[in-house]
C-alpha cells in the first residue's frame, strides 16, 4: 500500500528543515514493527511503501529537524489494510 506523507512545523515554531523520516509499520497492534520505504517526492513530502501485510494497521513515526527539534508519534490502528 502506497501513502503520501506531508510533514511541517506547527505554527510559531522553527522553520528548520526538516531531515531525518521514518515511518514504522505494525500488523498486529504494535507487538512488531517493520519499517516502510520513504523516498522524498518533488513536493518535499515523502512518499511512503508500507511493508505488505493486511488488517489493521499501525503507524509510529519519528521526524526531526536540523535544530534538534523531533516529533514521535504512534498510531494503533491507523487503518485497515485489505
Request: hydrophobic residues 40%; charged residues 20%; proline residues 5%.
Amino acid at each position: 500500500m502506497a501513502l503520501h506523507l506531508d510533514l511541517t512545523h506547527a505554527a510559531g515554531s522553527s522553520t528548520a528543515p526538516i531531515d531525518h523520516v521514518a515511518l514504522d509499520a505494525s500488523y498486529d497492534d504494535g507487538q512488531t514493527w517493520r519499517p516502510a520505504r520513504l523516498t522524498r517526492s518533488p513536493d518535499g513530502g515523502r512518499d511512503v511503501a508500507l511493508p505488505r501485510g493486511s488488517g489493521f494497521v499501525s503507524l509510529r513515526l519519528h521526524a526531526a529537524d536540523t535544530v534538534g527539534s523531533a516529533l514521535d508519534q504512534t498510531i494503533v490502528r491507523a487503518l485497515y489494510v485489505r
